[in-house]
Each structure stands twice: as structure tokens, then as C-alpha cells.
């Protein structure tokens, strides 16, 4: 910057004006990195949130597919009980049915020896 031919005034307008031009460079670059720096605090949040939510969503839908699954497992369980069961009283029912024809076959058998013995 030439200063030749200026006066001492003139000298220091510019030298002001350069001085102010530089600090508003300044001011702006600080806004503008406050601004960015607000920027990703808001993103930073906004992801800790979602995040959140998500593990959250995460845990109940564990927590359904648990409950879901012992439901299923005592459902299944009932079944089985129950085909035991009905398989236990068809088991007994013939059991039963055996033990009355063995019974009336050594009635019928008992009846055959007295009939024997007389004659």
C-alpha cells in the first residue's frame, strides 16, 4: 500500500479500515464456526435420541419375541400333554378291555375244568 504523498490522517483511516476489515473477517469466521459447531451438537443429539429410540424398540421387541416364544413352548407343551394323555387312556382303556376278555377266559376255563371234573 502506498502512503506516499498522504497525511498522517489519511494514514490512519486506512490503517483503521484495514484493522476493521480484518476483525469483521474475524467476527464472521467465529459466527460461522459457532454456527457449525451448533450444527453438529444438533446432529450429535438428534443421533443419541434415535439411537436411543432404537435400542429401546430393540429391547421391547425382544422382550415380544421372548414372551411370544414361551407362549408357543407352553402351547406346545399343552399338546403334548394332551396326546399323552389321550394316548395314556386308549393305552388303559385296552389295557382294561384285555384284562375283562382274560378274566372271562379263565372263568370260561375254570367253567370247562368243573364241567370236565363231572364228567
Do not use: H, N, P, Y
Not at 75 to 83: N, P, R, S
Amino acid at each position: 500500500m502506498a502512503t506516499r504523498g498522504l497525511s498522517a490522517d489519511e494514514i490512519k483511516r486506512r490503517a483503521q479500515m484495514a484493522f476493521d476489515k480484518a476483525d469483521a473477517r474475524k467476527q464472521e469466521a467465529s459466527r460461522a464456526m459457532e454456527a457449525e459447531q451448533a450444527e453438529r451438537d444438533a446432529v450429535m443429539q438428534k443421533t443419541a435420541r434415535l439411537r436411543a429410540q432404537r435400542l429401546a424398540k430393540e429391547a421391547v421387541e425382544a422382550e415380544t419375541a421372548a414372551i411370544v416364544a414361551a407362549e408357543q413352548a407352553q402351547a406346545k407343551a399343552e399338546q403334548i400333554e394332551a396326546k399323552a394323555a389321550a394316548k395314556a387312556a386308549k393305552t388303559k382303556a385296552s389295557t382294561d378291555k384285555i384284562a375283562k376278555a382274560a378274566e372271562k377266559l379263565a372263568k370260561a376255563a375254570e367253567k370247562a375244568k368243573k364241567a370236565a371234573a363231572r364228567v
